[in-house]
T-cell receptor, first 110, second 113 residues
Framework: QKEVEQNSGPLSVPEGAIASLNCTYSDRGSQSFFWYRQYSGKSPELIMFIYSNGDKEDGRFTAQLNKASQYVSLLIRDSQPSDSATYLCAVTGAGNMLTFGGGTRLMVKP | NAGVTQTPKFQVLKTGQSMTLQCAQDMNHNSMYWYRQDPGMGLRLIYYSASEGTTDKGEVPNGYNVSRLNKREFSLRLESAAPSQTSVYFC????????????FGDGTRLSIL
């Protein structure tokens, strides 16, 4: 069974710090990896996606992928209170279907 | 540009009632999806439609039916609602190659008493 695992949190970081969110997946055939942010009561919105091993940076966000370890992470630099949300990791496997993790709740304290 | 539009936004049903959740997208995407989200469980795929005219079961299809009315519209029907179907339902769309992200509607919050 395909699984995507995330620590549910909450992960609490002070304003200005780096938040590190982690995700592991079980399907070695997974090819595409997505991070979505979801504010309470709202729909998921795409933050970043990554396909290749290594790092991908977009502003304050960096996605890191290690296919050998089946591990993908999201770093948020200079965390702001507005970054407080649930972050969902999603992985595409066979049949191009997305499997979502349960999400990590991030709290950034002023 | 509305993206993915879901109706209704909120609904309360009694056990045994039926209803249809509507979804429409204006991004010319071939693929559309229905998910449910329960607390602490992320999103689980109910049904999807890879292209107009096709539908397939996802992870949790029991108790639901879908119709891909045309390229824009994908509806989800609960024939006989049960309290276990109380959830937030999201519709999404994407290009079908699996490398592009899915775009989500605002969700329908459904309570079944």
């Amino acid at each position: 069974q395909k699984e995507v695992e995330q620590n549910s949190g909450p992960l609490s970081v002070p304003e200005g710090a780096i938040a590190s969110l982690n995700c592991t997946y079980s399907d070695r055939g997974s090819q595409s990896f997505f991070w979505y942010r979801q504010y309470s009561g709202k729909s998921p919105e795409l933050i970043m996606f990554i396909y290749s091993n290594g790092d991908k940076e977009d502003g304050r966000f960096t996605a890191q992928l290690n296919k050998a370890s089946q591990y993908v992470s999201l770093l948020i630099r200079d965390s702001q209170p507005s970054d407080s949300a649930t972050y969902l990791c999603a992985v595409t496997g066979a049949g191009n279907m997305l499997t979502f993790g349960g999400g990590t709740r991030l709290m950034v304290k002023p | 540009n509305a993206g993915v539009t879901q109706t209704p936004k909120f609904q309360v049903l009694k056990t045994g009632q039926s209803m249809t959740l509507q979804c429409a997208q204006d991004m010319n995407h071939n693929s559309m999806y229905w998910y449910r989200q329960d607390p602490g469980m992320g999103l689980r795929l109910i049904y999807y439609s890879a292209s107009e005219g096709t539908t397939d079961k996802g992870e949790v299809p029991n108790g639901y039916n879908v119709s891909r009315l045309n390229k824009r519209e994908f509806s989800l029907r609960l024939e006989s609602a049960a309290p276990s179907q109380t959830s937030v339902y999201f519709c999404a769309s994407s290009v079908p190659d699996g490398t592009r992200p899915q775009h989500f509607g605002d969700g329908t919050r459904l309570s079944i008493l």
